[in-house]
Every structure is written in C-alpha cells, then in structure tokens.
C-alpha cells in the first residue's frame, strides 16, 4: 500500500537525514528501486514527471505497477508515490489516479498565483491525506542549450509558500538538474541558512541531486534537506552497465538477445546505484 510521504520526510528532517526520491521510467526502474529500497530497509519516494507518465501509459497504469510490484515483490517498507513537477492538470490527474503525493511546480507563474494554486492543492491533499511539495523559484538546469550555474530561491517567497501548509518544499540553493557543468561553485549554504530560518522545520527538497559531491549533500541534509531526488545517475548506470553487456558481445551470445537478459545488468546497475544512494542519505534501516 502506498503511503503519503509526509511521515517519512517529517522524520527525516528530525532524524537529519534525507528520504531519496529516485524517478522511475519502466518496470525494470520501478523492481530495482523497490527492491533496493527493501533490501537497505529503508523509506523510499518513487516518482514520475509528466513525460515518465505519458511514457509509461499513463498515471493510473504507473500507480498500477508501482502498487503491484509492492504486493508481489513482498515490499514491506514504506513507499510514496510521488508526481514530480507537476502541472496543476498533470496534479489533479495524479490526485485522480491514486498517487499518494503530488508536487505543484508553480515555479514559472506569477508569485500570486502560484501561491492561489498551491493553496487549491494543499487543500486537497489535505483532504485525501496526501503529501505536496511546493517549489519556489526556478530550479537551474539546461534550458535552450545553456546550462546555468543554478539559481537561488527567494527566503521570504519560501516563508509565504511554506506557511500555505505544504509538506515539504523545494528551493533553489544553486542545484541544477541534469549534469552539472565545469567550474560549478557548488550549493549556497549561506541561502539554505536563510531560508531554514524563516521556514523552520519544514522539511526542504533538494532537486537535480545527481552529481553534487555526497559530502556537500551530507552538509545539506543536515541543515534541513530531508528529500534528495535522483534521476540522472540511475540513467546514467543503466545506460553504462547496458553498453557495457552489448560491446562485449553478450547480446550475440546464446539467448543473451533476451530482454530479460539484455535489461539485467542495467537493472542490477540501478539497484546498486539506490543502495548507494540510501546509504549516502542515511535512510538505511529507517524503516
Ligand atoms: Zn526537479
């Protein structure tokens, strides 16, 4: 069954450590990161963007699989099914489909009606005891060809954000989504200082994980970040460890053209990539 993420990230914030938010694409993604998750005995937030679900069919299939996987895979530890920058259609559609959180990415409207969104939402998710995450400022990343060097939230933006009732919030300290560039000058713990004091306890999110050096994540997590999302690392083993089983010819090789054969060392790659994950963020044995 899934569970909102709301106790799990409350807990982490208190514990100083962080639940990790790994983005799913298939059913290879979804066994590996379940069963990694499992096997560590730790929470875990699994989760979709609006392409992923479009990709696999669709939001209601995505809880489908996600909840099956849990009944027959025997997964006992606690998992949330999150939608990750959603719209607010793209969220009522989560809502709808059976997802236990939602994130409302109103990052790109005006303040105002960002906040009017958020409200709506919070107020739903309050009402089906679900979690949403709320975003505040942009997060950096590639755009149009050109990477940034990450942008920073506004503190006061992330108090009136954060006071709507939101579980857990997402603001810019210099992360950036995808593969960080050369010469990055690394996360502003000056800003996530300012924005821990006007925020206090609420549990903060920290987008475009992958790549930032684990101590700096460490460091991060705690001063108040209690979910890490991870996409781009487990593609980028899936991807490495796929190669690698065609370059050495193992496709040619008997039945190894099978796709359960070709897929397994990509999906072993994953679950291997989230233990390391759950170990870095200290959710092991949290349970
Ligand atoms: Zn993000």
Known sequence: MLVSAKEMVAKARAGQYAIGAFNLNNLEWTKSVLKAAQEMNSPVIVQVSEGAGK?????????????NVIASQGITVPVALHLDHGTYDGCKKCIEAGFSSIMFDGSALPFEENVAKTKELVAICEEKGMSIEAEVGAIGGEEDGVVGMGECADPEE??????????????????????YPEGWPGLRFDVLTAITEKVGTMPLVLHGGSGIPDAMVQEAIRM????????????????????????????????????????????????????????????KDKA
């Not at 992330?158 to 593969?179: E, Q, R, S, Y």
């Not at 899936?238 to 010819?249: D, H, M, N, P, V």
Request: glycine letters at 12%; a positive charge; one cysteine or more.
């Open 55 to 67: 990709y696999m069919a669709g939001f209601k299939n995505v809880a489908d699989i996600v909840n």
């Open 158 to 179: 992330c108090k009136k954000i954060a006071d709507l009732g939101v579980t857990m919030l997402a603001a810019g300290i210099g992360n950036i989504h995808g593969v």
């Open 224 to 283: 108040g970040v209690s979910k890490v999302n991870v996409n781009t690392e487990c593609q980028l083993a899936f991807a490495k460890a796929t190669r690698e089983y065609i370059l050495a010819g193992k496709d040619l090789q008997g039945k190894g053209f099978d796709p359960r054969k070709l897929l397994a060392p990509g999906a072993a790659a994953i679950v291997d990539m989230v233990k390391y994950k759950i170990e870095v963020f200290g959710s």
